[in-house]
């Protein structure tokens, strides 16, 4: 139980357009889920609190209007990088926390964006 | 603001060393406090967890964490670890309450050579 997918696993896109990213909760429902990235070598950066239902809350530093978060149902969020730039190459990762638990985060495969 | 530290960054052991990872937290309330493993080329994955009750929590592979709220510690440990241990362990901490998002130490790579 508690699995969590995210779609695609690795994208490769040029500067300036826009991708979004898909993160599932497949046996459990979660009205809050969090966007991380990951650095090479580094731990995760919290981006984002994406709560179904109302806006996102975004961490300091992160522009909202460049990583846009739309939680459309209980059991998928989706993080949207709009006019990617090179610098936005990362590794996301996404986690669930479900409805029924005290807190505990279960987390996506992660996905790998190469933006050339 | 809540910070979690975990001091070793790379530890290198042998097959059957014993293994010890030091987590603390900066945070005076109610807390819950988790470690995740992540495998080279996987996901995190949720290793034990700490919420109330025995200080002693068990995980998976046994691994196992004591929580000392007087030092603001969770650390994990493991008595004889394996090759297949190889990994980088995260510390993580989140409020009792609210969001309850997670703080994420910086973590550890271990590496068991064998």
């Known amino acids: 139980g508690a699995v969590v997918s995210q779609h695609p696993s690795w994208v490769i896109c040029k500067s300036g357009t826009s991708v979004k990213i898909e993160c599932r909760s497949l046996d459990f429902q979660a009205t809050t889920m969090f966007w991380y990235r990951q650095f090479p070598k580094q731990s995760l950066m919290l981006m984002a609190t994406?709560?179904?239902?109302?806006?996102?809350?975004?961490e300091q530093g992160v522009e909202k209007d460049k990583f846009l978060i739309n939680h459309a149902s209980l059991t998928l969020s989706t993080l949207t990088v709009t006019s990617a730039h090179p610098e936005d190459s990362s590794f996301y990762i996404c986690?669930?926390?479900?409805?029924?638990?005290?807190?505990?985060?279960?987390f996506g495969p992660g996905t790998r964006l190469l933006v050339l | 603001a809540q910070s979690v530290s975990q001091h070793n960054h790379h530890v290198i052991l042998s097959e059957a060393a014993s293994l010890e990872l030091g987590c603390n937290y900066s945070y005076g309330g109610t807390v819950n406090l988790f470690w995740y493993v992540q495998y080279p080329g996987q996901h995190l994955q949720l290793l034990l967890k700490y919420f109330s009750g025995d200080p002693l929590v068990k995980g998976i592979k046994g691994f196992e964490a004591e929580f000392i709220k007087s030092k603001f510690s969770f650390n994990l440990r493991k008595p004889s670890v394996q090759w297949s241990d190889t990994a980088e362990y995260f510390c993580?901490?989140?409020?009792?309450?609210?969001?309850?998002?997670?703080?994420f130490g910086t973590g550890t790579r271990l590496l068991v050579s064998p």
């Open positions: 994406s709560n179904e239902g109302s806006k996102a809350t975004y």
């Open positions: 986690s669930a926390r479900p409805d029924t638990g005290k807190g505990t985060q279960y």
């Open positions: 993580a901490v989140n409020e009792g309450t609210g969001f309850q998002k997670l703080v």
